[in-house]
């Protein structure tokens, strides 16, 4: 069974760093296709895609916050970690922890959210 | 970066009926397009992905047919359970976007 979960603070404030750890079960992310991805969801508004790791060590990312954002694994623990520089109260979120599917296009297991809240 | 548009932004129906939910691309994604449904408080759940086949586990009443830039979702008989916002996402050049939803509320 394929399991995710976020893990990382809840409150931020602007201008920090944010940290968010994803552990995940189920499976191993130095198997050939797999693929673990972020991805936030602002309150009320529509999902954004942040950014992809690969089993190859390949990293994506979205092109409007490629300067801000890094993507790493630690295939020994099950995480990915993903860090986020210089927060602004827009970047308030739910960010979400993805499995991507046998076809790497879709998003078929998904951990259950974590809400970062950008404030002073 | 490719533009998802969905329409309508919101849909009222009544159980039973046959819905369809169209979601457009600015540019062709071939068939990369898959489709989420998402309840309140909840993470999206992939219903059909590569724009028609079906996720393991979802009702058959869900189907999703296109390519190239137009896409459509369609629930051949409403359940109460299928009262929720509903996503399109295409995939292109290492790339990843979503529409911005489709809110289905009961009539």
């Known amino acids: 069974q394929v399991t995710l979960k976020e893990s990382g603070p809840a409150l931020v404030k602007p201008t920090q760093t944010l940290t968010l750890t994803c552990t995940f079960s189920?499976?191993?992310?130095?198997?050939?296709?797999?693929?673990v991805n972020w991805i936030r969801q602002p309150p009320g508004k529509a999902l954004e895609w942040l950014a992809r790791?690969?089993?190859?060590?390949?990293?994506f990312y979205t092109t409007s916050l490629k300067t801000r954002l890094s993507i790493s694994k630690d295939t020994s623990k099950n995480q990915v970690v993903l860090t986020m520089t210089n927060m602004d109260p827009v970047d308030t979120a739910t960010y979400y922890c993805?499995?991507?599917?046998?076809?790497?296009?879709?998003?078929?297991?998904w951990g259950q959210g974590t809400l970062v809240t950008v404030s002073s | 970066d490719i533009q998802m548009t969905q329409s309508p932004s919101t849909l009222s129906a009544s159980v039973g009926d046959r819905v369809t939910i169209t979601c457009r691309a600015s540019?062709?994604?071939?068939?990369?397009l898959a489709w989420y449904q998402q309840r309140p408080g909840k993470a999206p759940k992939l219903l059909i992905y590569?724009?028609?086949s079906l996720e393991s586990g979802v009702p058959s009443r869900f189907s999703g047919s296109g390519s190239g830039t137009e896409f459509t979702l369609t629930i051949s008989s409403l359940q109460p359970d299928d009262f929720a916002t509903y996503y399109c996402?295409?995939?292109?050049?290492?790339?990843?976007?979503f529409g911005q939803g489709t809110k289905l509320e009961i009539k």
């Open positions: 993805v499995r991507t599917g046998v076809t790497g296009t879709e998003f078929y297991s």
């Open positions: 590569k724009a028609s």
């Open positions: 996402q295409q995939f292109n050049s290492y790339s990843y976007s």
């Open positions: 790791i690969d089993w190859d060590g390949d990293k």
């Open positions: 189920g499976f191993s992310l130095s198997t050939s296709g797999v693929r």
């Open positions: 540019q062709s994604i071939s068939s990369w």
